[in-house]
């Protein structure tokens, strides 16, 4: 024989982790039982974009290929970005791929390379 034992609902803890985000609309921060965007509950999905590897004009494009299939935060890598800072014209340098993902509604994050 199976048993079930419910407990009663708690709320999770919260400010028990000092992440040094601003306060605002947007602040991710992490509870005892899930990270929070906003007042949601939060469950990030990554995904990568090799912006080298795509034409600049087709960047839009794959960002919204990528939401649509559920990820919203995009790693890039300073490795990679180094061959790409040759490859695209100033004025925003580096940022661009960063600026190209907030249009789409997706966040980046750039990860550290040894």
Known sequence: MHTL???????????HLRMGEPEGPDRIYATSAH???????????????HFTRYPRDGWREQLLSMRADGID????YPGALSRLRR????PRGLNLPVFSCSPSGLSAV????S
């Open 110 to 113: 750039y990860w550290p390379t």
């Open 35 to 49: 990270l929070m965007c906003g007042d949601r509950p939060w469950f990030p999905v990554m995904g990568e974009m």
């Open 87 to 90: 490859a695209i014209s100033r």
């Open 73 to 76: 935060v995009v790693a890039n």
């Open 5 to 15: 034992t419910l407990r009663p609902l708690t709320t999770p803890l919260s400010g």
